[in-house]
Each structure stands twice: as C-alpha cells, then as structure tokens.
C-alpha cells in the first residue's frame, strides 16, 4: 500500500517565479492538506481539498491556490514567488468518511523549495 | 481558538534513560490530540492520537501520552531512550475534528551514547 508521495523532491525557483508541487494521497483516502513547514519551525496549514474543492483555508495570501482532480491527486501552486516562500511543503492525506473521531493525517516526505 | 504549547524546546537525554516531552493544549472543543515525530530531512510520522477513547494511549517504538483534561496537558514518554528517538517531536491538536492541524513549535530531543 502506497502512502502519500509528493514530487518534486526539491526545487529552485527565482523572485517573482511561479510554481507546482504535487501529491498523490495514501490508497482509500479523499482528502488532501497542505502545509508550510518554514526552517525550524511547526508546519503551518495552508489549505485542505476535498471533492475536488478548497474547504479549508489558513491564513496564506491568494498567491497561493491548489486543485484537486477526480483521483484525488492534489496541486499546489505559488505564484510571484517571493524568498519567504523558502520552506518544506508538506501534504498529508485523510478520510473525510471515517467512523473513527480525529482526523488522522498521514504525510509524504515533503518537496523542498528554495526561492533565490 | 485551539493551540499546543511545547514547553522545551531542546530535551537531552541519555540512551536508557527515560524520556518527557511537555505539552499543553488550548481547546473549546473535546480535543483530538496527536503526536508525530520528523526525523531529519523527512516528512512526519503518527507516534500517537487521542480521540477520548482512553486517555493512556500507546503509540509506535514504545511511547505513550496521557491526557489530563484537569491539566490540560498531553505530555509524552518513553521508558527507555534509543539513539534512534533522535529527532523533531511535535504535539498537535485538531481544529476541529476532521478539520486542519495546528502544530506545536516542536521539541528536539538528542540521546546521548
């Protein structure tokens, strides 16, 4: 069973640069979250998709949006990047329909992205 | 609004000993509470979660947490440390249930040989 896989690994963008990352969630899931996690720091919540709309929002500016496609698959895009947006992107997958309460998150690896 | 507090950032001990990591909640709502743990260089791996079905709850490599509603307080531990605890350790809670997660800063916890 596959977990959450993200690509790229890493990447290099310049100023004013825009970007996508994506992610592929664990088998059976339907949900996907994005987070932010800045150096040394907690992974701060961007924005959580499900059936294929946006349901959730952190306090993030509109430069950053995301998608999500029929399989469930996941977006993330950064436009007019700026040298803050230097950090690991991380997204975690879950379903929405478990019996279970709490909402469980499993993670992929990250993609690193370093804006110049 | 919900929030985590790790209370040590940087926790030492020595392999064998045993191992505290703190953490205290802020919630309106009967909280979800979880613990993951990041190696370096990785992505975040489940240790543990309450979702008020036991407040002793056992996770993976032999920790567990307590929650304490009276406390307000989900603090980790494990008996004996090895050298692979080695790593990023972050409380969390979830706002609200089957919503987002909001993260502790994080406490890094070195064993020593």
């Known amino acids: 069973d596959a977990g959450v896989t993200q690509s790229p690994t890493h990447l290099i963008k310049t100023r004013g640069q825009q970007v996508t990352l994506r992610c592929s969630p664990k088998?059976?899931?339907?949900?996907v979250s994005w987070y932010q996690q800045a150096l040394g720091q907690g992974p701060q919540f961007i924005f959580q998709y499900y059936e294929e709309e946006e349901r959730q929002r952190g306090n993030f500016p509109d430069r950053f949006s995301g998608h999500q496609f029929p399989n469930y698959s996941s977006e993330l895009n950064v436009n007019a990047l700026l040298l803050g947006d230097s950090a690991l992107y991380l997204c975690?997958?879950?379903?929405?329909?478990?019996?279970?309460?709490?909402?469980?998150?499993?993670f992929g690896p990250g993609t690193r992205l370093t804006v110049l | 609004a919900q929030s985590v507090t790790q209370l040590d950032s940087h926790v030492s001990v020595s392999e064998g000993t045993p191992v505290l990591l703190r953490c205290n909640y802020s919630s309106s709502y009967s909280p979800s509470l979880f613990w993951y743990v990041q190696h370096p260089n990785k992505g975040l791996q489940l240790l543990l979660k309450?979702?008020?079905?036991?407040?002793l709850v056992k996770g993976i490599n032999g920790f567990e947490a307590e929650f304490k509603k009276s406390e307000t307080s989900f603090h980790l531990t494990k008996p004996s440390a090895h050298m692979s605890d080695a790593a990023e350790y972050f409380c969390v809670v979830s706002d609200p249930p089957q919503g987002n997660l909001i993260f502790g800063k994080g406490t890094k916890l070195s064993v020593k040989p």
């Open positions: 088998s059976g899931h339907d949900t």
């Open positions: 975690a997958s879950s379903f929405i329909g478990r019996a279970d309460p709490g909402d469980t998150q499993y």
């Open positions: 309450y979702t008020s079905a036991a407040t």
